[in-house]
């Protein structure tokens, strides 16, 4: 059917559902609009968040004089246009707008194709629909919504990743074209990924938004990894010449980030799609001595020894993938390893009931007798969650491999002490 055609008829309904569906909200005015961004963005700061510092700084200053709002006014234009003919962008931005109308996305990837072929067949009822729902004195539309949505409530007491998601998309990609308009195109890639991972991939972590974060490429992330690391303090535990295992690795970020402390490291993940993230970010990055293979864990025979491994919230997952006991997940980590090799252990919920539920770990104690078998415990802290409404604080143990497994050992750990124990 002629492509034309097929837009017309997607166009024709979508007009139907937009009249039913719009919300009156209060409308913007185009001078409020940097005022308004600049009450979204300053929500949510974190120390080690450099590109989000920039960005606020850079709206202050923007918002300060008329050249800057004209200059805030040009950039908003093609960022808010970009958003809404981009299918990733408007999945993760509008996501209760596309799974409530399946034919807005495809609008949308339409929209994405034709730009990309040939701008004259943006049809003027096309660029209509785009106009319509940039235009912030639309109220139903969906810039309207989304800014007040965004400006309306509070990513830290929110209670949705969701919500949550949106908030840092939206953020991330404002500093990719108001500060570091470098990262604009590797961020768009990464953000496909996303985007891929929420229509192909069941249970995908928080609500598809990265879940690791990465400054270098200002992904905020759940868990921003440079602020992370510096939280661990494992430094000193690692050696330049290591070689190193990252289970679950996830978007490869904190992979990426311990790349240069160590002589190499391997992430083995079992999303394809976290994978694709690790690998653009690692050539958008030049890191060589990182590897990612797709793997289930359980699964998984590595070629060599390791001398450290790291086991982040990954010996129970609940996204249901990882299917292995726990005993059988230590045993497998020390025969990966070398003897006296470091083993970094986050927790999952120390709070939890402790009756074995997907991320409960209130019977750590109960766990600690097996791992004490096959791991000695070095020192343990408690570490303060980063989304104190959507996850806990975490217990980070550092742990080094026995010669030989000690099946009569007793037990060091403890966990109600451990609760306790936050060094700073
Ligand atoms: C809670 S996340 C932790 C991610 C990472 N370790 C961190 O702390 O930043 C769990 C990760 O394990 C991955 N995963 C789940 N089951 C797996 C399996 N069987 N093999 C490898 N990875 C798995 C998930 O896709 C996800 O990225």
Known sequence: MNPLLVIKRIFDRRQKTTEIAS???KSIDSNEVIHCVLVIVERFTREYDVAQSRLIGKLRTMSSTEAGVEEFNKIWQEFSRDMLTTPQWTYLLFPDECSEDKELLELVKKISNISAHSKSLLTPQLEDWIRSNLDLQNTGGLFNRLLLELKNNDPTTCGSFKFLSRFHTFKDILCGYFVRPELKVVQRTIFHQCYLQRINWKQGYCFDYPYQGFDKLAVSGVKPTEERLLRYEIDSFL????KVLDIGSNGGFFSLALAEKVGSIDGVEYNPYLIQIANIAKDYLGISNAR????DFV???PEDKYDAVFSMANHCTIDGNLSVGFEDYIAKIFTLM???????????????PGEGGPGDDGDLDIKFDIVEKYFEVVQHKMVKTFVPDLDVDKLFVILQRREDVQ???QRTFNLAKAKLHYDY
Do not use: M, Q, R, T
């Open 407 to 409: 099946h009569n050992v």
């Open 338 to 352: 070398k003897p006296g090799g470091i083993l970094f252990f986050e927790s999952h919920n120390v709070f939890g």
């Open 239 to 242: 050696k330049n010449e290591d």
């Open 292 to 295: 990612f293979i797709v793997a």
């Open 23 to 25: 919300v009156p909200l």
């Open 299 to 301: 699964e998984w025979i």
